[in-house]
T-cell receptor, first 115, second 112 residues
Framework: GAGVSQSPRYKVTKRGQDVALRCDPISGHVSLYWYRQALGQGPEFLTYFNYEAQQDKSGLPNDRFSAERPEGSISTLTIQRTEQRDSAMYRC?????????????FGPGTRLTVT | GEDVEQSLFLSVREGDSSVINCTYTDSSSTYLYWYKQEPGAGLQLLTYIFSNMDMKQDQRLTVLLNKKDKHLSLRIADTQTGDSAIYFCAENLYNAGNMLTFGGGTRLMVKP
């Protein structure tokens, strides 16, 4: 079956612009996670959802970052007034269940470059 | 605190065994994972171990967990050139839902 998909795969934007990154999880998966990965580092947690409810947004760096999953399926991560330090790979994952230990399957990521 | 550490680089010859190490500092970890990242691809889940286990074997992969030393390792038997990638260990803390904390990754290079 289809895995997690993300779009766009690559996004170049100018500083100060807003960007929206999309994640389409595996069909039927309850939980959806956003991570950010800087070059040469491991992914860092941003936020996650169970169904449409945002459970934890402690990893969002500041209030320019927001995420939603209004119908419990597709999610959008929005970054307002982008800055160069926002440049990174943004990864989305989904898991079948909400409980601890439910395996997370990752999408290919969106590489964001802010110039 | 939550800190997961890995060595940066490992080089082995094809056919040898590879051992990738990871240390973590939070004793409340419940699940520990190994992911593989190839260029241009997403993170692929390889295997995981629950914190009440010492060892888990899955074909060429063996995971060892030493809770006393907070040390996790991944052994790849008969390493192949297709195993060249970056390997990440990740922990799921007891009080953190299903959120994962990743190490910085170990780049494995397999020489023919």
């Amino acid at each position: 079956g289809a895995g997690v998909s993300q779009s766009p795969r690559y996004k170049v934007t100018k500083r100060g612009q807003d960007v929206a990154l999309r994640c389409d999880p595996i069909s039927g998966h309850v939980s959806l996670y956003w991570y950010r990965q800087a070059l040469g580092q491991g992914p860092e947690f941003l936020t996650y959802f169970n169904y449409e409810a945002q459970q934890d947004k402690s990893g969002l760096p500041n209030d320019r970052f927001s995420a939603e999953r209004p119908e419990g399926s597709i999610s959008t991560l929005t970054i307002q007034r982008t800055e160069q330090r926002d440049s990174a790979m943004y990864r989305c994952a989904s898991s079948e269940r909400a409980d601890r230990g439910s395996e997370q399957y990752f999408g290919p990521g969106t590489r964001l470059t802010v110039t | 605190g939550e800190d997961v550490e890995q060595s940066l680089f490992l080089s082995v010859r094809e056919g040898d065994s590879s051992v990738i190490n990871c240390t973590y500092t939070d004793s409340s970890s419940t699940y520990l994972y190994w992911y593989k990242q190839e260029p241009g691809a997403g993170l692929q889940l390889l295997t995981y171990i629950f914190s009440n286990m010492d060892m888990k074997q899955d074909q060429r992969l063996t995971v060892l967990l030493n809770k006393k030393d907070k040390h996790l390792s991944l052994r790849i038997a008969d390493t192949q050139t297709g195993d060249s990638a970056i390997y990440f260990c990740a922990e799921n803390l007891y009080n953190a839902g299903n959120m994962l904390t990743f190490g910085g990754g170990t780049r494995l290079m397999v020489k023919p």
